[in-house]
């Protein structure tokens, strides 16, 4: 059969993930060390795999409602209101997804139509872009600076606008920067569109793992910007959940309508078994959380100062668990990099150029791994390092 005939051309067209790319081969050398996937190196606390265990002992192994358990979403609503102070009703304002992807997939099916712009800040990561042009809308970048922190400043999204904007993304805590966006920073986007009517997608995936001391503030918690943004959270970075598959959105009950009804035929409900664990977690884990951000953030600062010492700039990541360092010096292209690197010294991280073409120049490397691991890959690195600045 002639496939080429037969495919859609649009998604035959996207590239594969530049995440994978690298941790596929590393995973099949070996004494190869990966620092290039976000995955939380800790087991999901066990109060939390408990009420996962319980929930299926007990027989709970059927559909939930096509927007999640009313437990949880009530719950969802409860950790928003004391953490953030921001008010969402259960009945209607908040859909449980397969992870924070499917919810970021189904907000901008949900409002984007052909034609339409979509304004994303990069680096970012690396899902925006392929979805929006499988809805038919078309991805417009703004370019973070590392003079500017990686923010998205008010002024360059200004430039941006047109008559065709229906989306911003705001992808903060920012993977691969780590970079984060102040409450003023945050109020400065927001009087750029406060007379618009475009809507906010705000990824905040990384909202608790923060180390500068200033609290995350959700975008729709800023005057004026709640009627207009869906947030996107979820378990898996947070509670080390990966592999439950298990996120949320909130946002303006006719768009989360719109994002449960795509949700409904495409899924039907997410899996019963996480729904239970996550009411767990949120009821009880806020300590496991802060061991892990304490001990994400000792990984941080052993990272940073590994790359500044061996004499590669090194932005001061805030958020996430991802370091964003400049490679230029050695005189590769990131993508050259990180080929050499994996196959000289067997180890693997991300070209900064899978997040976007400004990311040329960079690389990223998750912490998200143990400290052993890291500073070995340091040790590497630094070797690797040293070997091509002298030439």
Known sequence: MNYDKLVNPVVSALPPSGIRKFFDAASMMEDAISLGVGEPDFVTPWAIREAGIYSLESGRTYYTANSGLLELREEIARYNKRKYNVEYDPNGQILVSVGGSEAIDAMIRSVVCPGDEVLIPEPSFVCYKP???????????????EENDFRLMPEQLKEKITDKTKLLILPYPNNPTGAVMSRADLEAVAEVIRDTDILVLSDEIYGELRYSGEEHTPFSAIDGMLERTVIVNGFSKTYAMTGWRLGYALGPERIIGL???????????????SQYAAIEALRSCDDDVEDMRREYNYRRRVIVDGFREMGLSCFEPYGAFYVFPCISSTGMTSDEFCSRLLREEKVAVVPGTAFGRCGEGFIRCSYAYSIEKIEEALKRIARFVEKYKKQ
């Open 131 to 145: 979805l929006t042009i499988m809805a038919g809308g078309v991805p417009v970048t703004i370019e973070t600076k």
């Open 259 to 273: 994002m449960t009804k795509i949700h409904q035929y495409g899924i039907m409900s997410s899996p019963t078994t």
